[in-house]
């Protein structure tokens, strides 16, 4: 069943054409990942699902909910997100942030965001009492994770979620994440410029370049038979930095 | 609601009409003479058991005519001259001038004229005694030819009034090398040094003597009479007939002889004001007020009292604007296009110097401490508008926006994100709205509000480097102290991050 999907979505800024009628489809407990660079409209694409950028036309659903009909910031607080320098609120607590979409919701939930914390690996005896800045960059991010996880959404939406890490940080972070989001059969759209990274974390990959969808499978279809020369070359610069591309 | 009964707890002794069993306001214009008269008709009323309160040096002719006209004040001393060209816009000469002007503000304002005190208080054109030999000046007739090689040094005031500069020359035909307008207090050390070589000094004058000075004759009749008198409030005239009978005794008493001696007692020997009014009324009276109490004490409890008055404008001042520029500068913030226009508007307050803002507000407010609170509040809003607008713009982009994206409303966002954040840029605005606002508060003294401005607006006038002093120490130490409490607010204030904390990470 399909949980997350766009029908030919597009949105202009100004002059710019962001996306030109992009479609994408996310099964229920899959992980999808948009790949492009700077530019290619994929962190646009993302904002959509959770209407923090509205597309000029085109549809998109999230469940059943075809996404004007409902409410912004009830739908927000159905889905989890997460951005690449975390956005993690620099006055508040370790919990207090975890906890943030409960408390908004009016239903504050110690129990809830100690279970969250232990899954992230940062039990909340050590660390829930501390500030942002007194996290290494990865802790942070396992921070922003938990928060984006708190209230039990139906899927979450994440932007270069491991982007700012150092190498084997990131290698952590992403072999954790994977077990996770398997472990609670959820629903996961992610953004990365990194084509070795979505081959290790999706079962499904986007190509965005400048608005368009350059090829959509699985990272086995990428690598053996690329739509476009443009496929074909981020394929073989993942292939020569040692990305092994394994097979899902 | 406690912000306005803390207004209305100030604003009372100055707004108009007030109950029969208030004290009688007498004020006074900021020059000696009018200081000593003032304390004089104070140490009378209060020998005969009425309450008075004290308002010297509280501002030039127009605010006090219309404070007086609104029972603001009850009582000032005035003169016929002034009322007569300066308030009644008369510039006819007038044999009789005192029957004319007080039965004009009868008529008009219901404001009435006690019987002259006995001595007349008019200009001086006066010179150094060498200008005078070297120009063989004896009159104003002489002036006007050598006017040419001279430069006068006049107070503002004189400059333009129909019955000062501008009248000269139009009778006289006065035409002087430079005009340089000049404080009452500065001019007779500027002439006697030779900064200048012409002033206008007023004929009851203590420094005349003091500095071997020629005053040149009115030969030409331009002047009106300056019958120094008592003036007062509809209000006395109704309420106090004893306040009335108590201050005409005073008429014809002083003479200008003994005038210019008490004045030289106050502006050149620099004996106390109520110690010099007591021992005149002594002299004229044969009355002796109760002594007061010991001049120490008196100055002491003076200055707590102006201090606080101080303390009490700036607070209130402060808060209105904080009340009202913190909420501005969010809704600026949420209509960005608006917000330059605005702010800049606010700014352009800014370049208002204080003593003009308040000039302009005169005829809206009148005197006293509303259009004093009105300007203090005017000047605090830039900073604290301006600072809570960039605040709260700038606040961590990444956690508003992480905020957002995970369904926080637009209130929760700013009451948990945005505005903590930005609490110590907007405490830097309001400790910066402070300090300018205690060093504008002593301007309130010039019109009458009070607070540390008093004595320096007193000193000025006298002549007296100790009053202004008394006034601007405890302003300055008043700057400080309210930055310092302020401090404290804002380290209570800060976002949490921001607090040094033992055993942090890093």
């Known amino acids: 069943m399909i949980f997350l999907s766009a029908r030919h979505v597009t949105v202009r800024f100004g002059a710019t054409v962001a996306l030109d009628s992009v479609s994408l489809d996310a099964p229920s407990g899959s992980a999808v990942a948009i790949v492009g660079e700077s530019g290619s409209g994929k962190t646009t694409l993302l904002r959509c699902f959770n209407r923090m950028v509205e597309p000029d036309s085109g549809e998109i659903r999230v469940g059943e909910t075809e996404l004007r009909t409902q409410n912004r910031i009830a739908l927000r607080r159905r889905l989890g997100y997460a951005q690449q320098n975390g956005g993690l609120i620099p006055h508040w607590t370790v919990s207090a942030n975890v906890g943030l979409v409960l408390r908004a919701l009016g239903r504050p939930d110690r129990p809830a965001v100690a279970q969250v914390m232990t899954l992230v690996g940062l039990p909340v005896e050590t660390f829930g009492s501390r500030y942002p800045h007194e996290l290494s960059g990865g802790q942070r991010q396992r921070v922003a994770l938990a928060r984006a996880l708190a209230a039990n959404p139906e899927a979450i939406l994440l932007d270069e979620p491991f982007g700012a890490l150092d190498a084997i940080t990131r290698a952590e972070l992403q072999d954790g994440f994977d077990r996770l989001r398997r472990q609670l059969g959820i629903t996961v759209l992610f953004v990365t410029h990194d084509l070795g990274e979505a081959a290790r974390l999706a079962d499904l990959i986007v190509v965005l370049r400048a608005g368009h969808v350059e090829q959509r499978g699985t990272i086995a279809e990428l690598r053996d038979s690329p739509a476009t020369p443009y496929v074909r070359t981020l394929v073989e610069r993942a292939l020569a930095q040692g990305e092994p591309l394994r097979l899902p | ?506």
């Open chain 2, 1 to 506: 609601m406690m912000l306005l009964a803390l207004i209305a707890l100030i604003a009372t002794p100055l707004q108009g009409p007030r109950p029969v069993s208030t004290p009688v306001v007498i004020a006074s214009k900021p020059f000696g003479e009018s200081y000593l008269l003032a304390e004089m008709f104070a140490q009378l009323l209060e020998a005969r058991g009425i309450a008075v309160q004290r308002r010297p040096g509280m501002g030039a002719t127009e605010i006090l005519f219309a404070a007086l006209r609104t029972s603001a004040i009850d009582v000032y001393p005035e003169y016929t001259g002034t009322g007569l060209v300066a308030i009644l816009h008369d510039t006819a000469t007038r044999a009789e001038t005192f029957r004319y002007v007080s039965r004009r503000f009868q008529e008009l304002y219901g404001i009435r004229w006690l019987e002259p005190l006995g001595f007349e208080n008019t200009y001086a054109i006066a010179v150094r005694k060498q200008t005078a030999a070297r120009f063989h000046l004896s009159s104003l007739s002489d002036l006007a030819r050598a006017s040419p090689h001279l430069t006068a040094g006049l107070t503002a005031d004189f400059i333009g009034r129909a019955d000062g500069l501008v009248g000269l020359a139009r009778v006289y035909g006065m035409r002087f090398h430079a005009v340089r307008p000049l404080a009452p207090a500065l001019k007779y050390q500027a002439l006697a040094t030779g900064a200048v070589d012409v002033i206008d000094g007023y004929s009851t004058d203590g420094l005349l003597d003091r500095f071997d000075l020629v005053t040149l004759a009115d030969d030409r009749g331009f002047f009106p009479p300056y019958d120094a008198a008592p003036i007062v409030s509809p209000r006395l005239v109704r309420d106090h007939p004893e306040a009335i009978a108590a201050l005409s005794t005073l008429s014809g008493r002083l003479d200008e002889k003994r005038m210019r001696a008490l004045n030289r007692r106050v502006e050149v020997d620099g004996d106390a004001v109520p110690v010099v009014a007591r021992e005149a009324l002594r002299d004229v009276l044969g009355t002796s007020a109760p002594t007061s109490a010991h001049q120490g004490d008196q100055t002491v409890t003076r200055l707590a009292a102006l201090t606080a008055r101080h303390l009490l404008l700036v607070a209130i001042a402060l808060l209105v604007a904080i009340s009202v520029a913190v909420p501005l500068g969010l809704l600026l913030e949420r209509s960005r296009r608006a917000a330059e226009p605005v702010l800049g508007m606010l700014g352009a307050f800014q370049t208002i110097p204080s003593i003009a803002l308040l000039a302009f507000m005169l005829p809206v407010f009148g005197v006293g401490v509303i259009p004093a609170l009105v300007a203090l509040w005017l000047y605090a809003l830039y900073p604290i508008a301006r600072a809570t607008y960039s605040g709260v713009r700038d606040a961590d982009p990444d956690a508003v926006d992480a905020a957002e994206a995970l369904g926080t409303t637009p209130v929760q966002r700013l009451l948990w994100v945005r505005l903590p954040l930005a609490m110590p840029v907007i405490m830097s605005g309001v400790r910066t709205a402070a300090v300018i606002t205690v060093g504008g508060a002593t301007l309130a003294a010039f019109i009458g509000a009070g607070g540390l401005g008093e004595p320096i607006v007193e000193g000025l006038a006298l002549a007296d480097t100790r009053l202004i002093l008394m006034g601007a120490i405890p302003a300055a130490v008043l700057a400080f102290a309210v930055d310092g409490a302020l401090v404290s607010v804002e380290r209570a204030l800060r976002p949490a991050h921001m607090k040094t904390r033992r055993g942090a990470a890093h």
